[in-house]
């Protein structure tokens, strides 16, 4: 059995509710917000409910059909899939899940650029970033306003603390990169480049540890 997606163990937790068809799955995954947390699409989910059939972690319990609409099987989750959805969710929280975003990369290599293109480059994230923060901030005070517990929101605030700082740290940059503190134009420093060969040299030049037994 192929490693739960994030899909996946959105929708075994939405079964693990209620029985559900993949629609409602969909629509629910939507209307809870859970679509910034995964890349989510009828497709994708109809997708993942077929590996997860196909895995015994669900199973179907009847088709009906509305009007016109096409026929809509309903699965529940079973007993393997509740032990599969728990162990990977247990996973999530506490084991390492390397990711490689590209924002990273672009900070690594933003000193290839002019000062300006790299300032309209961050400024458009931070706009970005701040929006996104402002959404989200009102949406976690609404449904906490309407009484949903915080034990259900610790996804969102986790999000929220990231984007301020992200906000706060972009801030700081921006302003850094206006006044030109960060130096930008200037040549890569010689001292730094002297000081890294002679450590390179050292390092190779030392004895090698004995091999212990």
Request: aromatic fraction near 6%; charged fraction near 30%.
């Amino acid at each position: 059995m192929a490693e739960l997606s994030a899909v996946a163990v959105l929708v075994l937790g939405l079964l693990r509710e209620r029985p559900r068809h993949p629609y409602d799955v969909f629509q629910t995954l939507v209307e809870r917000g859970d679509a910034r947390l995964v890349r989510v699409n009828p497709g994708a989910v109809y997708h993942a409910v077929e590996r997860l059939e196909r895995d015994g972690l669900v199973a179907a319990v009847g088709t009906e059909r509305c009007g016109n609409r096409p026929e809509r099987t309903t699965y529940r989750l079973t007993t393997t899939g509740r032990d599969a959805y728990e162990q990977r969710l247990a996973s999530f929280l506490g084991d390492e899940h390397p990711v490689h975003p590209v924002f990273p990369v672009g900070l690594a290599e933003a000193v290839d650029l002019p000062r300006t293109v790299v300032v309209d480059a961050l400024s458009r994230r931070r706009a970005r970033e701040a929006e996104r923060l402002a959404r989200l901030e009102d949406a976690y005070d609404q449904v906490r306003a309407d009484g949903l517990p915080r034990r259900y929101l610790l996804d969102v605030e986790h999000d929220v603390a990231h984007l301020r700082h992200e906000v706060a740290w972009l801030d700081a940059t921006l302003a850094e990169l206006a006044d030109d503190t960060l130096d930008w134009g200037a040549p890569f420093p010689a001292d730094f480049a002297r000081a890294r060969h002679a450590r390179r040299a050292a390092t190779l030049a030392a004895p090698a540890a004995p091999a212990t037994h």
